[in-house]
Every structure is written in C-alpha cells, then in structure tokens.
C-alpha cells in the first residue's frame, strides 16, 4: 500500500481513492477530499523542533529553497524530484505591539504571521506548491481556478515559473484588486472576466474542469491544503514549538482555517505537539455565511453528520433574498465557502470559535498593523480585528498566546488602503458608504501644499509641533 492516499471526509462513506486520481470531490457521496498518510511510515524526526530542518533542497531551480518542501517529510503525496516550487514560504514570524495593544493582549504574546511575503504576495503559494506539484505528477497541462485574485496570481507564477502547465483563470468581472489582476496578466495566465461574483465564477471553473478535463487547484482540492498546513509548521518553529493558545485566521472559502485544523490535528495525535491551539476564523460580515450557519443555526461537524439541510435552506434564502457578499476585503468576499465541511471539523477539533469583523473594523485594524511596519491587504486584518472582537468579549484572555494570520500584502490593493488615508468622511462615506465605513479614526493624511519652500516649511513645522 501507498505511503499516502485520498478519502472522503464524510465518516458515513469513508471512500479511498489513489493518490494520482483528480478528483474534485468524492465520486462516490459528493463530499470533500483528504489527504490521509500512513504515519508509521514517514521518516519523521524524533523531537517535533528538528521538523523543517531536514530536506531543505527541492527540486526546481538554484536558489529555489522551499519553505514548503524543507517539511516535505510531513507531505509524502508527492515524490521529491516532483515537487514544483517558486521559493515560497519563506515567511516571518513577527511581533506587532501596536496591533497586539490594539487588540488588547499582552504585547510579547501576540504575533502576526506575514504571509504577504511569499512571491506572489499571498499564503496562496504554500497551497499552490502542493496542488501544482500534484497536477505536474499527474500529468495534467492545464490548470485552472476561480478566484478573488490571490489564487490567480499564485497558479499564473507557478504556471510561468515551472513552464510545465498553461494557467486558466476565472475571475468575477469588476471584483478584483488590480495589484492581483496586474500579476495573472503579467505573468501570462489565460483571465476569463465572468460576469458574475467569485460564487459564480467559482461553479463555472468546476464544471469546465470537470467537463473539459483541466486541473482545478481551488481549494477544493485537498493537496492545495497540504501545502497550506506549512503555515502553521512554520508558526510553531517561529514560537521554538511552544504550542500557542489562539490561530486567528480571515475565513473566506475556508480553506486556510481548514489546512490549520488538519495540521495541528495530525501534530497533535502522533505526538508532535502536546496541546491544540483554538482556532477563531474571521467572516466579514459582509460574508457572513459561515458565522451565521455556525452561530445562528447551530451547524457543527457533529461527527461527520452534518445537517445539509440547514446549508441548503441558508442557501435558498439568499438566493431568495437575492443576497451577495459584499466587503471591501475582497480576498473573503465569498458566500458559498467550499471548504465548509472540512472547516466545521476543525472547529470543532480545536474548541474553535467563528465570528464576524465589519468593515470598519477590518480598515481601523489594518491602520494599527500597519503601524509595525507590516503591510497587509483588507481581508488579512480581519484576523487582528477578530481578535480585538474576541478579547473585548472576554473569549480571548489578554495573556494567551495568540497568533495572527497576515494572509495577504499590503501592496495587493493599494485602493482600499489610500482611500483610508485620504479622504475627509463626506468624501469616505461616498467611496465606502456602501460597505459602511464612515470614519477613518486612524488615518495618515497626506498633507497638499504649494510648490514654495515657504509653504513646505511651515507645513513641517506645524506638523511636528513648531511654532
Ligand atoms: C484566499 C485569501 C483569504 C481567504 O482564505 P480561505 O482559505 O479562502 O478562507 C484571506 N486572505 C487573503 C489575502 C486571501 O488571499
Ligand atoms: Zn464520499
């Protein structure tokens, strides 16, 4: 028997499937996919610090060290002289008093996770290193996605990187930060603007995969996961494997929280780690369907029975009600979650909780992370937005160790961040009414003045207190 293997997440069917099948869901139940291996024969270090240090050089070019495959013994699906890399995950670990007091913990315990610095800019390319390592291993020469744009960005590097695969890209017309549009464009990817949201965009790429038989790397697909779970690797190696008390992540198809959950699960039964940290996962509540389906209809894992019921009546109301998410964090502007099973499993293994950041919230926390000199895009803030939200409600206790998810670069939508900075509040409300964001409390104007050395003189001596 194979080292790994595909099954089906639903306890009732439990299907296995080889690990070289592409399969966008279960044949048999239509539920998601995992990733399972046999742990008695993975070649793993005996103390959970010496992870990461070993299998440092994958294939894919001088200089190409990945922060993926260096734990590439915990990711045994694909054979070391396939796996595909553009150098990512080298990321950082990084302490942010002022986000930390803006949240209310205790500064020497929180951390912000900057996954903005991967190549393309996002977490994204953790998970593109796994699916895109697979799609190569199974032949495919076509990939494809839908996207809000950072899954773009990262399968068209890929694509470009490796020459192995053309990339087709699915993208909701008129719903895209430019800085994310710039890199598919850029880098050579084939960019459908569907007339349609991400939801939409999202159901058309799953049926021309599975009609026209190209790769999908959304994160429906469970080897996209497996790269993602490095994140939390890398987490726990920047802590010295002190295990923290709270992840705190933005959800939007939820994949991300989902690979978290998986990690720290499978750390935690063979013995890697001694505790599970609690997962918060972060809605804008501008797309609330998971902190609602959670919190006001009580869905939960529930073992694998999960009420699908309850899903699809949420669903048929908005359709109904002719609802669309709606949010500035475009990257979690997303109602119909893929990953919505896998996740309710990983909240309900890490005591988990689920809960929604405003707008407002989201641009106020992205001032204050800002002010570390960490540079975020809108739907990365939910995570310290969240996690302010979680200690004013006393689920955060101030001294806990708490971890955030910087998810994705400050310089992907550089709108959204001038558009704060800029504008008196008759002009925000015009350009943000919509989201409901009316002030910038924490904004840094920019200050017009006159081509005159006068003028520019007094400006500085006024701003920094001089009479
Ligand atoms: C994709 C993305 C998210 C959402 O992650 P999911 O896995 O879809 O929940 C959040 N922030 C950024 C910057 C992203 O690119
Ligand atoms: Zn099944």
Not at 32 to 58: C, I, S
Not at 409 to 425: I, N
Request: hydrophobic share 40%; net charge neutral.
């Amino acid at each position: 028997m194979s080292i790994a293997w595909q099954r089906c997440i639903n306890p009732a069917c439990a299907s296995e499937f080889d690990v070289l099948q592409v399969l966008p869901k279960c044949p048999q139940c239509g539920n998601l996919l995992d990733v399972e291996y046999d742990w008695n024969r993975m070649r793993l270090p005996d103390r959970a610090d010496h992870l990461g240090r070993t299998d440092a050089w994958p294939a894919g070019g001088p200089g190409a060290v990945s922060g993926v495959w260096r734990f590439g013994a915990l990711l045994p699906f694909v054979p070391a002289e396939k796996r595909v890399t553009i150098g990512e995950g080298h990321t950082q670990l990084r302490i942010s008093p002022a986000a930390a007091g803006y949240a209310g913990v205790k500064s020497a315990n929180f951390r912000l996770q900057y996954e903005g610095l991967n190549p393309s800019g996002s977490f994204k390319d953790n998970g593109m290193a796994g699916a895109f390592s697979h799609a190569a291993m199974t032949g495919a020469r076509i990939a494809a996605c839908a996207s809000t744009g950072n899954t773009s960005a990262s399968l068209a590097a890929f694509a470009a990187a490796s020459g192995l695969m053309r990339a087709i890209i699915f993208i909701g017309d008129g719903k895209i930060a430019y800085g994310k549009l710039s890199q598919a464009l850029d880098y050579g990817a084939f960019t459908l603007l569907v007339r349609g949201d991400f939801d939409d965009a999202m159901a058309r790429v799953q049926e021309v995969c599975a009609g026209e038989g190209l790769y999908l790397v959304n994160s429906v697909n469970p080897f996209r996961l497996e790269g993602q779970k490095t994140i939390m690797y890398r987490v726990l190696e920047g802590l010295d494997w002190r295990v923290p008390d709270w992840i705190v992540c933005p959800g939007g198809n939820l994949g991300n929280s989902s690979a978290f959950g998986k990690a720290l699960c499978e750390l935690h039964d063979h013995g890697l780690i001694a505790k599970l940290p609690r997962l918060a996962v972060v809605n804008s509540a501008g797309a609330p369907t998971f902190s609602r389906l959670v919190n006001r209809h009580g869905l939960c894992w529930n073992g694998g029975r999960i009420d699908d019921d309850a899903i699809a009546s949420y669903y048929a109301g908005l359709d109904d009600r002719g609802e669309k998410a709606h949010t500035l964090a475009s990257a979690i502007e997303i109602n119909r979650p893929v990953n919505l099973k896998k996740c309710l499993r990983a909240i309900e293994r890490t005591n988990g909780v689920v809960l929604e950041a405003t707008d407002q919230e989201i641009l106020d926390a992205k001032a204050w992370i800002a002010r570390d000199g960490l540079g975020c895009e809108p739907a990365s803030a939910a995570s310290v937005a969240g996690a302010k939200l979680l200690v004013e409600r006393g689920v955060i206790d101030k001294d806990s160790l708490v971890v955030a998810i910087l998810t994705g670069h400050q310089l992907k939508d550089p709108h959204a961040t001038v558009a704060y900075h800029s504008h008196d509040e008759r002009e925000l409300c015009s350009e943000y009414g919509g989201f409901g964001v009316s002030s910038a409390r924490y904004a840094n104007r920019p200050f017009p003045v006159a081509n005159s050395l006068g003028d520019i003189v007094d400006a500085i001596r006024k701003a920094s207190g001089q009479k």
